[in-house]
């Protein structure tokens, strides 16, 4: 069975069971779907920089995010790496349906992968069905944020986009932690400069809504301000 011929058969499961689907935002590895893999499916462990897998490498194994985060980029057109996404848990990622991944991941914090074979895929409905609807999840979450964008300034879409970002672990004085990409990375994503998101990063610091820890950890420290600025209705913003 080809690459094409299993990402119809996961699409083709989740249509059938669109009309009774509940929404979700991240899909549950169900142990049902998992009894029996064996060494078809393996949890590692990547430190931060660690890369995942390649562009143009050879696509047979699906990872699923348990835990952290990966940045998904690609080459562009003069070969300059381009940021497109951050992945946390409950993703999936290096699903293709052509031979070789399409982009690059690299983990961003110590993130914890579940790699599941292509055979494995191949060979259970569960997992096409459960795949299927993360593929779609993830279709509608980000049309709903392309949509939003549109409707929005620079501050709106990095408020929106930080609320977004995966959790870290811990919570309490510093507020909700989430873990961060490179700032570069956030420009190519949101589609800005990078002096842009400096600028605004700065902004939103000395508002109080949010505060830097380190390179790849952020407090959300006021979420309601961060909300009205997503939706244009804080001053100043």
Known sequence: MTKMDTAARIMSARAGDAGHMPHRTATVLNPAALRGL???????????????????????????????????????????????????AGSFLGFSSAETYQSSAEAISRTMLMRISRDAIEQSPALQRMIGDALTSKLEKLQREASARLRTNAAGALAGFILSLPKADGNGDSGELRIVPAQQDIACCLGLAAATVGRVLRRLRTAGAIMPLSKDRIAILDRDLMEKICVGEAAGF
């Open 38 to 88: 064996g060494d078809k499916a393996t949890t590692v462990v990547y430190s931060k920089g660690r890369k995942v897998f390649e562009q143009g490498q050879p696509a047979d194994v699906v990872y699923k995010v348990v835990s952290g985060a990966v940045v998904l980029s690609a080459q562009n057109d003069v070969g300059h790496r381009q940021a497109m996404e951050v992945a946390g």
